[in-house]
């Protein structure tokens, strides 16, 4: 089976790219709510913990949860978790971290790496959608900088721990899976 980290921009209609790597009715869609982290922390959290699926596909489920691990153990089939973002949100919050970058780094480390394991042991696939840092807006405010810290840290596990990773640029999804993994 396959697992794909999906990378990319915060506008970009990455929920169609996605629909094409997992067929079938039953399809999982696991949305991590970014509820507990106090909305008025940023601008910018707000924007990229939003869903990246509007609306799923006929037959598939939606579920709302911050326990990935759990929520895709009682999955038994196909999933997709719709914002890795928000995910990270709610480690740091769950944490106390957003105002200690390292506490918060380590938080999402031990997390992600978990969730990297379990992901990598599936028999059925499974797709993860986030966000790439290199295609936001540059962190304004310290609360800022320590999401797009975290998530580029739980990016970099899942691609180094899943068997594919993709970056959706330009129209084009650009296979990164060849490419040497940066170590975290």
Same mark, same amino acid.
Do not use: C
């Given at each position: 089976?396959?697992?794909?980290?999906?990378?990319?921009?915060?506008?970009?209609?990455?929920?169609?790219?996605?629909? $094409?790597?997992?067929?079938?009715?039953?399809?999982?869609? #696991?949305?991590?709510?970014?509820?507990?982290?106090?909305?008025?922390? $940023?601008?910018?959290?707000?924007?990229?913990?939003?869903?990246?699926?509007? $609306?799923?596909?006929?037959?598939?489920?939606?579920?709302?949860?911050?326990d990935l *691990?759990?929520?895709?153990?009682?999955?038994?089939? =196909? *999933? #997709?978790?719709?914002?890795?973002?928000?995910?990270?949100?709610?480690k740091i919050?769950?944490?106390?971290?957003?105002?200690?970058?390292?506490?918060?780094?380590?938080?999402?480390?031990?997390?992600? #790496?978990?969730?990297?394991?379990?992901?990598?042991?599936?028999?059925?696939?499974?797709?993860?959608?986030?966000?790439?840092?290199?295609?936001?807006?540059?962190?304004? =405010?310290?609360?800022?900088?320590?999401?797009?810290?975290?998530?580029?840290?739980?990016?970099?596990?899942? $691609?180094?721990?899943?068997?594919?990773? *993709? #970056?959706?640029?330009?129209?084009?999804? *650009?296979?990164?899976s060849a490419?040497?993994?940066?170590?975290?």
């Open positions: 089976m396959t697992t794909t980290l999906v990378l990319a921009g915060v506008h970009t209609p990455v929920s169609r790219y996605a629909e $094409s790597l997992l067929t079938g009715d039953g399809t999982r869609v #696991l949305r991590p709510l970014a509820d507990e982290a106090d909305p008025a922390l $940023s601008d910018t959290i707000s924007t990229v913990t939003e869903p990246a699926f509007a $609306s799923p596909p006929e037959g598939w489920v939606t579920e709302e949860s911050n *691990v759990r929520s895709i153990l009682y999955a038994r089939g =196909a *999933v #997709l978790v719709d914002n890795l973002a928000a995910w990270v949100a709610g919050t769950a944490a106390n971290a957003w105002d200690a970058p390292e506490k918060a780094n380590a938080a999402v480390t031990d997390a992600t #790496l978990e969730l990297a394991a379990l992901l990598s042991a599936l028999p059925y696939d499974a797709v993860v959608i986030s966000r790439e840092l290199g295609l936001m807006v540059a962190a304004g =405010a310290p609360v800022d900088r320590t999401l797009q810290d975290a998530l580029g840290l739980a990016n970099t596990v899942l $691609s180094n721990h899943l068997s594919r990773a *993709v #970056l959706l640029m330009g129209g084009r999804a *650009v296979d990164l490419f040497p993994a940066l170590p975290y």
